[in-house]
Protein backbone atom coordinates (compact mmCIF):
# COMPACT_ATOMS: atom_id res chain seq x y z
CA UNK A 1 0.00 0.00 0.00
CA UNK A 2 1.37 3.25 -1.29
CA UNK A 3 1.79 5.43 1.65
CA UNK A 4 0.51 9.02 0.99
CA UNK A 5 -0.14 12.25 2.85
CA UNK A 6 -2.92 12.40 5.06
CA UNK A 7 -4.83 15.60 4.59
CA UNK A 8 -5.41 17.78 7.78
CA UNK A 9 -8.45 17.31 10.01
CA UNK A 10 -11.25 20.04 10.57
CA UNK A 11 -9.68 21.57 13.89
CA UNK A 12 -12.91 23.28 14.11
CA UNK A 13 -14.68 20.28 15.26
CA UNK A 14 -16.06 19.58 18.84
CA UNK A 15 -14.13 17.21 21.07
CA UNK A 16 -16.00 15.24 23.49
CA UNK A 17 -13.91 15.74 26.33
CA UNK A 18 -13.69 19.27 25.28
CA UNK A 19 -17.71 19.65 25.05
CA UNK A 20 -18.82 17.62 28.57
CA UNK A 21 -16.15 19.47 29.95
CA UNK A 22 -17.61 23.15 29.46
CA UNK A 23 -21.06 21.94 28.81
CA UNK A 24 -22.31 18.70 30.26
CA UNK A 25 -25.86 19.43 29.95
CA UNK A 26 -25.62 21.23 26.44
CA UNK A 27 -23.93 17.84 24.88
CA UNK A 28 -26.43 15.80 26.62
CA UNK A 29 -29.08 18.11 24.58
CA UNK A 30 -27.50 17.51 21.74
CA UNK A 31 -27.13 14.03 21.59
CA UNK A 32 -30.88 13.82 22.72
CA UNK A 33 -32.13 15.76 20.05
CA UNK A 34 -29.68 13.42 17.58
CA UNK A 35 -31.92 10.42 19.01
CA UNK A 36 -35.16 11.75 18.81
CA UNK A 37 -34.79 13.18 14.75
CA UNK A 38 -33.33 9.82 13.69
CA UNK A 39 -36.28 8.21 15.49
CA UNK A 40 -38.54 10.38 13.58
CA UNK A 41 -36.67 9.93 10.26
CA UNK A 42 -37.83 6.60 7.89
CA UNK A 43 -35.04 4.82 6.73
CA UNK A 44 -33.80 5.78 3.22
CA UNK A 45 -36.91 8.17 3.06
CA UNK A 46 -39.72 6.93 0.74
CA UNK A 47 -38.40 5.89 -2.74
CA UNK A 48 -34.98 6.99 -3.31
CA UNK A 49 -32.88 6.54 -6.47
CA UNK A 50 -29.80 4.56 -6.43
CA UNK A 51 -27.95 8.09 -6.03
CA UNK A 52 -29.45 9.29 -3.52
CA UNK A 53 -29.33 5.79 -1.63
CA UNK A 54 -25.60 5.90 -2.13
CA UNK A 55 -25.18 9.61 -0.83
CA UNK A 56 -27.23 8.50 2.24
CA UNK A 57 -25.25 5.25 2.96
CA UNK A 58 -22.21 7.69 2.99
CA UNK A 59 -23.28 10.17 5.24
CA UNK A 60 -24.69 7.01 7.39
CA UNK A 61 -20.80 5.35 7.32
CA UNK A 62 -19.75 9.00 8.12
CA UNK A 63 -22.07 9.58 11.39
CA UNK A 64 -21.03 6.34 12.31
CA UNK A 65 -17.14 7.15 12.50
CA UNK A 66 -18.24 10.12 14.28
CA UNK A 67 -20.62 8.57 17.22
CA UNK A 68 -17.97 5.74 17.41
CA UNK A 69 -15.20 8.72 17.97
CA UNK A 70 -18.00 10.25 20.97
CA UNK A 71 -18.86 6.87 22.09
CA UNK A 72 -14.89 5.69 22.50
CA UNK A 73 -14.21 9.68 24.41
CA UNK A 74 -16.77 8.87 26.76
CA UNK A 75 -15.53 5.34 27.41
CA UNK A 76 -12.81 6.68 28.25
CA UNK A 77 -14.47 9.09 30.60
CA UNK A 78 -16.55 6.74 32.29
CA UNK A 79 -12.77 5.03 32.80
CA UNK A 80 -11.81 7.95 34.54
CA UNK A 81 -13.45 8.33 36.89
CA UNK A 82 -14.02 5.12 37.84
CA UNK A 83 -18.15 5.08 37.46
CA UNK A 84 -17.45 0.90 37.01
CA UNK A 85 -16.41 0.51 40.78
CA UNK A 86 -20.17 1.41 42.16
CA UNK A 87 -21.35 -1.33 39.42
CA UNK A 88 -18.81 -3.60 37.92
CA UNK A 89 -15.12 -4.27 38.26
CA UNK A 90 -13.68 -2.53 34.92
CA UNK A 91 -15.50 -0.02 32.71
CA UNK A 92 -15.17 -2.72 29.72
CA UNK A 93 -17.49 -5.17 32.05
CA UNK A 94 -19.92 -1.81 32.56
CA UNK A 95 -20.21 -1.21 28.82
CA UNK A 96 -21.35 -4.83 27.73
CA UNK A 97 -23.73 -4.69 30.83
CA UNK A 98 -25.13 -1.34 29.40
CA UNK A 99 -25.68 -3.64 25.64
CA UNK A 100 -22.17 -3.30 24.30
CA UNK A 101 -21.07 -6.21 22.34
CA UNK A 102 -17.61 -7.13 23.90
CA UNK A 103 -15.54 -6.01 21.01
CA UNK A 104 -17.02 -2.84 20.44
CA UNK A 105 -16.31 -2.26 23.73
CA UNK A 106 -12.56 -3.28 23.68
CA UNK A 107 -11.93 -1.35 21.02
CA UNK A 108 -13.79 2.13 22.48
CA UNK A 109 -11.87 1.92 25.74
CA UNK A 110 -8.46 1.22 23.36
CA UNK A 111 -9.18 4.39 21.09
CA UNK A 112 -10.19 6.25 24.18
CA UNK A 113 -7.52 6.01 26.73
CA UNK A 114 -5.03 6.10 23.50
CA UNK A 115 -5.96 9.57 22.77
CA UNK A 116 -3.30 12.39 23.95
CA UNK A 117 -3.99 16.12 23.60
CA UNK A 118 -1.16 16.18 20.78
CA UNK A 119 -2.18 13.05 18.99
CA UNK A 120 -3.16 13.33 15.56
CA UNK A 121 -5.92 11.13 15.49
CA UNK A 122 -8.86 12.26 17.40
CA UNK A 123 -9.42 14.91 14.88
CA UNK A 124 -9.65 12.40 12.03
CA UNK A 125 -12.09 10.24 14.00
CA UNK A 126 -14.43 13.27 15.16
CA UNK A 127 -14.76 14.39 11.76
CA UNK A 128 -16.06 10.86 10.78
CA UNK A 129 -12.98 10.92 8.16
CA UNK A 130 -11.53 7.48 10.05
CA UNK A 131 -13.74 4.79 11.43
CA UNK A 132 -13.23 3.16 15.12
CA UNK A 133 -12.03 0.09 13.69
CA UNK A 134 -8.92 1.97 11.44
CA UNK A 135 -8.43 3.88 14.26
CA UNK A 136 -7.90 0.91 16.57
CA UNK A 137 -6.16 -0.76 13.35
CA UNK A 138 -4.00 2.47 14.04
CA UNK A 139 -3.24 2.73 17.72
CA UNK A 140 -2.35 -0.72 17.75
CA UNK A 141 -0.12 -0.32 15.08
CA UNK A 142 1.90 2.36 16.60
CA UNK A 143 1.87 -0.48 20.16
CA UNK A 144 3.20 -2.82 17.89
CA UNK A 145 6.07 -1.08 16.56
CA UNK A 146 6.81 0.43 20.00
CA UNK A 147 7.08 -2.78 21.06
CA UNK A 148 9.42 -4.22 18.50
CA UNK A 149 11.98 -1.37 18.56
CA UNK A 150 14.41 -2.36 20.99
CA UNK A 151 14.63 1.20 23.31
CA UNK A 152 11.02 2.26 22.39
CA UNK A 153 9.85 4.99 20.47
CA UNK A 154 10.39 8.64 21.44
CA UNK A 155 7.68 11.10 20.12
CA UNK A 156 8.78 12.38 17.45
CA UNK A 157 8.95 9.25 15.90
CA UNK A 158 5.57 7.79 17.31
CA UNK A 159 4.29 11.26 15.65
CA UNK A 160 6.00 10.10 12.61
CA UNK A 161 4.39 6.25 12.64
CA UNK A 162 1.20 7.82 13.50
CA UNK A 163 1.22 10.30 10.39
CA UNK A 164 2.14 7.18 8.01
CA UNK A 165 -0.51 5.06 9.50
CA UNK A 166 -3.23 7.93 8.98
CA UNK A 167 -1.92 8.21 5.74
CA UNK A 168 -2.40 4.50 5.18
CA UNK A 169 -6.37 4.88 6.63
CA UNK A 170 -7.21 7.87 3.98
CA UNK A 171 -5.29 6.18 0.73
CA UNK A 172 -8.29 3.27 0.94
CA UNK A 173 -6.10 1.07 3.34
CA UNK A 174 -8.27 -1.63 5.37
CA UNK A 175 -7.76 -2.81 8.91
CA UNK A 176 -5.74 -5.46 8.11
CA UNK A 177 -3.63 -3.47 5.71
CA UNK A 178 -2.55 -1.07 8.59
CA UNK A 179 -2.04 -4.16 10.60
CA UNK A 180 0.27 -5.49 7.74
CA UNK A 181 2.07 -1.67 7.43
CA UNK A 182 2.57 -1.74 10.86
CA UNK A 183 4.15 -4.92 10.67
CA UNK A 184 6.65 -3.42 8.14
CA UNK A 185 7.32 -0.70 10.37
CA UNK A 186 8.16 -2.78 13.47
CA UNK A 187 10.90 -5.04 11.46
CA UNK A 188 12.98 -1.89 10.86
CA UNK A 189 12.89 -0.95 14.56
CA UNK A 190 13.87 -4.55 15.25
CA UNK A 191 17.33 -4.97 14.04
CA UNK A 192 19.00 -6.44 17.23
CA UNK A 193 22.37 -8.53 18.20
CA UNK A 194 20.99 -11.35 18.50
CA UNK A 195 19.34 -11.16 14.79
CA UNK A 196 16.34 -13.24 15.62
CA UNK A 197 13.69 -12.45 12.76
CA UNK A 198 10.46 -11.07 13.25
CA UNK A 199 8.36 -14.30 12.52
CA UNK A 200 10.72 -15.89 16.23
CA UNK A 201 10.26 -12.87 18.12
CA UNK A 202 8.21 -14.27 21.11
CA UNK A 203 8.48 -10.56 22.51
CA UNK A 204 5.34 -9.80 20.34
CA UNK A 205 3.33 -12.69 20.51
CA UNK A 206 -0.48 -12.20 21.59
CA UNK A 207 -3.56 -14.61 22.24
CA UNK A 208 -7.01 -13.41 23.21
CA UNK A 209 -9.87 -14.70 24.33
CA UNK A 210 -12.63 -12.64 24.21
CA UNK A 211 -16.20 -13.23 24.95
CA UNK A 212 -18.87 -12.92 22.03
CA UNK A 213 -22.74 -13.00 22.12
CA UNK A 214 -24.54 -15.92 22.41
CA UNK A 215 -22.23 -17.14 25.37
CA UNK A 216 -19.46 -18.19 22.75
CA UNK A 217 -15.64 -17.06 23.18
CA UNK A 218 -13.85 -15.54 20.31
CA UNK A 219 -10.38 -16.61 19.69
CA UNK A 220 -7.38 -14.88 18.08
CA UNK A 221 -3.42 -15.16 18.13
CA UNK A 222 -0.11 -14.17 16.58
CA UNK A 223 2.38 -16.16 17.55
CA UNK A 224 6.24 -17.03 16.84
CA UNK A 225 7.19 -19.98 14.69
CA UNK A 226 8.22 -22.46 17.60
CA UNK A 227 4.88 -21.33 19.32
CA UNK A 228 2.91 -22.18 16.23
CA UNK A 229 4.76 -25.25 15.46
CA UNK A 230 3.69 -27.44 18.66
CA UNK A 231 0.35 -25.40 18.50
CA UNK A 232 0.09 -27.17 14.91
CA UNK A 233 1.45 -30.90 15.46
CA UNK A 234 -0.37 -31.22 18.70
CA UNK A 235 -3.80 -30.12 17.01
CA UNK A 236 -3.03 -32.43 14.07
CA UNK A 237 -2.15 -35.32 16.27
CA UNK A 238 -6.16 -35.06 17.55
CA UNK A 239 -7.87 -34.32 14.68
CA UNK A 240 -8.55 -37.37 12.63
CA UNK A 241 -11.72 -37.94 10.96
CA UNK A 242 -13.85 -40.45 12.71
CA UNK A 243 -16.63 -42.36 11.49
CA UNK A 244 -19.78 -41.61 12.19
CA UNK A 245 -22.11 -44.29 14.22
CA UNK A 246 -23.77 -45.55 11.12
CA UNK A 247 -20.45 -45.74 9.48
CA UNK A 248 -20.22 -43.03 7.16
CA UNK A 249 -17.60 -40.43 6.77
CA UNK A 250 -16.88 -37.38 9.53
CA UNK A 251 -19.53 -35.15 9.10
CA UNK A 252 -17.29 -32.55 10.96
CA UNK A 253 -15.85 -29.81 9.18
CA UNK A 254 -11.99 -28.69 9.61
CA UNK A 255 -12.59 -26.16 12.21
CA UNK A 256 -14.92 -27.99 13.85
CA UNK A 257 -12.19 -30.95 14.38
CA UNK A 258 -9.88 -28.80 15.33
CA UNK A 259 -11.67 -27.36 17.87
CA UNK A 260 -12.42 -30.37 19.40
CA UNK A 261 -8.55 -31.14 19.06
CA UNK A 262 -8.20 -27.74 21.20
CA UNK A 263 -10.90 -29.24 23.96
CA UNK A 264 -8.40 -32.43 24.15
CA UNK A 265 -5.67 -30.48 24.82
CA UNK A 266 -6.79 -28.70 27.28
CA UNK A 267 -8.30 -31.73 29.29
CA UNK A 268 -4.41 -33.07 28.91
CA UNK A 269 -3.42 -29.87 30.57
CA UNK A 270 -6.01 -30.11 33.10
CA UNK A 271 -5.20 -33.62 34.16
CA UNK A 272 -1.28 -33.26 33.54
CA UNK A 273 -0.53 -35.42 36.72
CA UNK A 274 -3.09 -38.62 35.64
CA UNK A 275 -3.87 -40.83 32.41
CA UNK A 276 -5.35 -39.46 29.97
CA UNK A 277 -7.08 -41.95 27.36
CA UNK A 278 -6.25 -39.92 24.17
CA UNK A 279 -3.16 -36.76 25.34
CA UNK A 280 -2.00 -35.01 22.73
CA UNK A 281 1.22 -36.57 21.04
CA UNK A 282 2.87 -32.96 20.36
CA UNK A 283 5.76 -33.80 18.24
CA UNK A 284 8.18 -30.96 17.65
CA UNK A 285 11.31 -31.90 15.52
CA UNK A 286 14.09 -29.74 14.23
CA UNK A 287 15.44 -30.76 11.06
CA UNK A 288 19.10 -30.60 10.38
CA UNK A 289 20.63 -30.67 6.96
CA UNK A 290 23.58 -32.93 7.71
CA UNK A 291 25.62 -31.25 4.46
CA UNK A 292 24.10 -27.85 5.91
CA UNK A 293 23.65 -28.00 9.30
CA UNK A 294 22.95 -23.80 9.47
CA UNK A 295 19.94 -24.48 7.33
CA UNK A 296 17.39 -25.57 10.22
CA UNK A 297 13.56 -25.74 9.32
CA UNK A 298 10.78 -26.85 11.60
CA UNK A 299 8.53 -29.71 10.32
CA UNK A 300 5.00 -27.79 9.91
CA UNK A 301 5.95 -23.97 9.66
CA UNK A 302 9.56 -24.17 7.39
CA UNK A 303 12.81 -22.73 8.39
CA UNK A 304 13.98 -21.25 11.12
CA UNK A 305 17.37 -18.95 11.99
CA UNK A 306 20.35 -20.48 13.31
CA UNK A 307 19.80 -18.51 16.88
CA UNK A 308 16.64 -20.53 17.38
CA UNK A 309 17.60 -23.73 16.42
CA UNK A 310 20.48 -23.30 18.49
CA UNK A 311 17.80 -22.40 21.14
CA UNK A 312 15.56 -25.33 20.35
CA UNK A 313 18.27 -27.63 20.83
CA UNK A 314 18.05 -27.22 24.94
CA UNK A 315 14.70 -28.12 24.93
CA UNK A 316 14.18 -31.36 25.82
CA UNK A 317 10.75 -31.35 24.42
CA UNK A 318 12.16 -31.15 20.44
CA UNK A 319 13.87 -33.45 18.85
CA UNK A 320 16.59 -32.87 16.69
CA UNK A 321 16.85 -35.14 12.97
CA UNK A 322 19.25 -34.92 10.78
CA UNK A 323 18.57 -35.62 7.66
CA UNK A 324 19.88 -36.35 3.66
CA UNK A 325 19.75 -34.38 0.58
CA UNK A 326 16.36 -36.18 -0.05
CA UNK A 327 14.54 -34.96 3.30
CA UNK A 328 15.14 -38.32 4.56
CA UNK A 329 15.87 -39.00 7.81
CA UNK A 330 18.43 -41.89 9.15
CA UNK A 331 17.64 -45.01 8.83
CA UNK A 332 15.32 -46.44 12.07
CA UNK A 333 14.01 -50.57 11.82
CA UNK A 334 12.13 -52.57 13.32
CA UNK A 335 10.35 -55.99 13.64
CA UNK A 336 6.96 -55.15 14.35
CA UNK A 337 3.73 -55.43 12.75
CA UNK A 338 2.38 -51.53 13.24
CA UNK A 339 4.79 -48.56 12.83
CA UNK A 340 5.83 -47.07 16.17
CA UNK A 341 5.92 -43.62 17.00
CA UNK A 342 9.54 -42.55 16.51
CA UNK A 343 9.07 -44.35 13.08
CA UNK A 344 5.81 -42.75 11.96
CA UNK A 345 7.72 -39.36 12.98
CA UNK A 346 10.23 -40.43 10.48
CA UNK A 347 7.83 -40.73 7.36
CA UNK A 348 6.03 -37.98 8.03
CA UNK A 349 9.13 -35.48 8.05
CA UNK A 350 9.39 -37.13 4.57
CA UNK A 351 6.60 -37.65 2.86
CA UNK A 352 4.33 -34.80 4.59
CA UNK A 353 0.97 -35.75 3.74
CA UNK A 354 -1.10 -38.37 1.87
CA UNK A 355 1.42 -39.33 -0.54
CA UNK A 356 -1.81 -39.91 -3.17
CA UNK A 357 -3.92 -36.73 -2.02
CA UNK A 358 -2.31 -34.61 0.24
CA UNK A 359 -4.34 -35.29 3.22
CA UNK A 360 -2.65 -33.44 6.28
CA UNK A 361 -0.28 -36.09 8.03
CA UNK A 362 -2.84 -36.17 11.27
CA UNK A 363 -5.41 -37.91 9.25
CA UNK A 364 -3.31 -40.83 7.53
CA UNK A 365 -2.18 -44.39 8.18
CA UNK A 366 1.41 -45.66 7.50
CA UNK A 367 0.95 -47.81 4.75
CA UNK A 368 3.45 -51.05 4.27
CA UNK A 369 4.86 -50.85 0.56
CA UNK A 370 5.46 -54.26 0.75
CA UNK A 371 2.71 -55.70 2.60
CA UNK A 372 2.93 -57.01 5.70
CA UNK A 373 1.30 -60.11 4.69
CA UNK A 374 3.69 -60.67 1.65
CA UNK A 375 7.07 -60.48 3.91
CA UNK A 376 7.09 -56.63 4.05
CA UNK A 377 9.25 -55.52 7.45
CA UNK A 378 8.28 -51.93 9.47
CA UNK A 379 11.04 -50.10 8.49
CA UNK A 380 11.42 -46.39 6.72
CA UNK A 381 11.93 -47.64 3.24
CA UNK A 382 8.97 -50.19 3.08
CA UNK A 383 6.28 -47.04 4.80
CA UNK A 384 4.45 -44.71 3.32
CA UNK A 385 1.46 -42.10 4.49
CA UNK A 386 -2.00 -42.88 3.15
CA UNK A 387 -5.23 -41.37 4.37
CA UNK A 388 -7.24 -43.77 4.68
CA UNK A 389 -9.66 -43.33 1.64
CA UNK A 390 -6.75 -43.85 -0.28
CA UNK A 391 -5.07 -46.82 2.08
CA UNK A 392 -8.18 -48.62 1.25
CA UNK A 393 -8.19 -48.21 -2.76
CA UNK A 394 -4.55 -48.65 -2.76
CA UNK A 395 -5.37 -52.69 -0.99
CA UNK A 396 -8.26 -52.71 -3.45
CA UNK A 397 -6.96 -51.30 -6.94
CA UNK A 398 -4.42 -52.09 -9.24
CA UNK A 399 -2.49 -48.41 -7.92
CA UNK A 400 1.32 -49.65 -7.36
CA UNK A 401 3.85 -47.64 -4.37
CA UNK A 402 7.29 -48.06 -5.15
CA UNK A 403 10.11 -46.85 -3.10
CA UNK A 404 12.85 -45.28 -5.62
CA UNK A 405 16.40 -44.47 -5.67
CA UNK A 406 15.79 -41.21 -3.78
CA UNK A 407 14.39 -43.27 -1.14
CA UNK A 408 11.15 -41.46 -1.58
CA UNK A 409 7.75 -43.15 -2.45
CA UNK A 410 6.51 -43.26 -6.34
CA UNK A 411 3.07 -44.14 -6.85
CA UNK A 412 2.42 -46.45 -10.51
CA UNK A 413 -1.15 -45.55 -11.88
CA UNK A 414 -2.69 -49.03 -13.31
CA UNK A 415 -2.33 -49.54 -17.21
CA UNK A 416 -6.06 -48.68 -17.49
CA UNK A 417 -4.69 -44.90 -16.47
CA UNK A 418 -1.72 -44.77 -18.17
CA UNK A 419 -0.41 -48.11 -20.36
CA UNK A 420 3.33 -47.48 -19.87
CA UNK A 421 2.81 -47.11 -16.31
CA UNK A 422 4.90 -44.12 -15.58
CA UNK A 423 5.86 -43.74 -11.76
CA UNK A 424 4.14 -40.49 -10.49
CA UNK A 425 6.31 -38.37 -7.38
CA UNK A 426 4.46 -38.65 -4.20
CA UNK A 427 1.82 -35.65 -3.55
CA UNK A 428 4.37 -33.33 -2.05
CA UNK A 429 7.10 -33.75 -4.80
CA UNK A 430 4.58 -33.08 -6.89
CA UNK A 431 3.61 -29.91 -5.55
CA UNK A 432 6.80 -28.62 -4.90
CA UNK A 433 8.18 -25.38 -6.99
CA UNK A 434 10.89 -25.35 -9.07
CA UNK A 435 13.00 -23.75 -6.67
CA UNK A 436 12.53 -26.32 -4.47
CA UNK A 437 13.60 -28.75 -6.20
CA UNK A 438 16.78 -27.16 -7.34
CA UNK A 439 17.24 -27.17 -3.42
CA UNK A 440 16.42 -30.27 -3.30
Not at 23 to 43: C, F, K, S
Not at 126 to 146: L, N, V
Not at 320 to 325: F, R, Y
Amino acid sequence: MPTTTAPAPNTDSPQVADAQLLDPEGYLQVLTAIRAALWDLPPGGTTPSGRQAHTAMTLLIELRAILDHHAATTAATLDRLGVARHTTSKTSALLIAMGVAPAVAHRWLRIGTAQTPTSRLPGYTADGAISGEHADAIIGGIAHIGRRAPDGICDEERADIEHTLIAQAMSGATPADIATKSRELGNTYAITAAGVPPGEDRTINEFTVTPTNGGRVAVRGDLDTVTGEKLTAAIESLNTPRPEPDGSDDARTQGARNADALELILDAAAVADTTLATPPTTQVSVLLPATAPDKASLQCLGPISPTTASLLTCDSTVTDVVIDGETVPLQMGTSKRLFPAHLRRAIIIRDHCCIKCGAPAGRTHVHHITFWSHGGPTDLDNGCLLCPSCHAYIHASDWDIIMGADRHPWLVPPATIDPRRTPLPAYNRRTMTLDDRIAA
